[in-house]
């Protein structure tokens, strides 16, 4: 086995692919003898863990959304204890997912952006699988095309962050990220 110390991470809209392409780039890793960990970052946070109930408790956005601030730090610091002693992990969205959906909702501002972006753990690869609006609500109706055009600009926003791929297709969009995931395997 291959030991190295990496983090890859998977962000865009929803219906981009992300979870694919994460699962994907695990077998490809793995095919290589690389030991890696998948990690689906936000069904696991605290905030969508106790957000829900706690949003029925408070009904006070603005509480809710000190309560979702305080969460998202909270998140950051178990990452790193999670991860400590992991050797290579691949994420299934990450937290720049997590502060799209919360700027989307209006939970936090310019400010908070800036100090939460300085927080979270700078990722060795971050991929942004671009997708427009359109083409995501095509794949996942159940969400306002609204919804999809304000995401796709809060992630353009992000922009300098990521190593960006246009979501067209499976093999063609792995392919690209298995090229690029082989730089830095040896790196």
Same mark, same amino acid.
């Given at each position: 086995?291959?030991?190295?110390k990496?983090?890859?991470?998977? $962000?865009?809209?929803?219906? $981009?692919?992300?979870?694919?392409h994460?699962?994907?780039?695990?077998?490809?890793? =793995?095919?290589?003898?690389?030991?890696?960990?998948?990690?689906?970052?936000q069904?696991?946070?605290?905030?969508?863990?106790?957000?829900?109930?706690?949003?029925?408790?408070?009904?006070?956005?603005?509480?809710?959304?000190?309560?979702?601030?305080?969460?998202?730090v909270?998140?950051? %610091?178990?990452?790193?204890?999670?991860?400590?002693? =992991?050797?290579?992990?691949?994420?299934?969205?990450?937290?720049?997912?997590?502060?799209?959906?919360?700027?989307?909702?209006?939970?936090?501002?310019?400010?908070f $952006?800036?100090?939460? %972006?300085?927080?979270?753990?700078?990722?060795?690869?971050?991929?942004?699988?671009?997708?427009?609006?359109?083409?995501?609500?095509?794949?996942?109706?159940?969400?306002?095309?609204?919804?999809?055009?304000?995401?796709? =600009? %809060?992630?353009?926003?992000?922009?300098?962050?990521?190593?960006?791929?246009?979501?067209?297709?499976?093999?063609?969009?792995?392919?690209?990220?298995?090229?690029? %995931?082989?730089?830095?395997?040896?790196?």
């Amino acid at each position: 086995m291959v030991y190295i110390k990496k983090i890859i991470s998977f $962000s865009g809209l929803d219906g $981009s692919g992300k979870t694919t392409h994460a699962l994907e780039s695990i077998k490809f890793l =793995k095919s290589k003898g690389i030991r890696v960990d998948y990690v689906e970052l936000q069904k696991k946070s605290i905030m969508n863990i106790v957000g829900s109930k706690v949003y029925k408790v408070v009904k006070k956005r603005n509480k809710f959304y000190f309560f979702r601030k305080v969460t998202m730090v909270l998140d950051i %610091l178990t990452f790193y204890l999670k991860t400590l002693f =992991k050797k290579n992990i691949v994420c299934d969205r990450y937290f720049y997912d997590i502060l799209v959906h919360a700027t989307y909702v209006g939970a936090v501002g310019r400010n908070f $952006s800036k100090f939460y %972006l300085k927080m979270i753990p700078k990722p060795t690869m971050a991929f942004l699988l671009r997708t427009t609006g359109k083409e995501a609500f095509s794949r996942k109706p159940e969400y306002d095309i609204n919804f999809f055009s304000a995401k796709e =600009k %809060l992630y353009d926003n992000l922009k300098k962050h990521f190593t960006v791929i246009d979501s067209n297709g499976i093999g063609k969009t792995q392919k690209e990220i298995n090229k690029k %995931l082989s730089r830095i395997i040896w790196s």
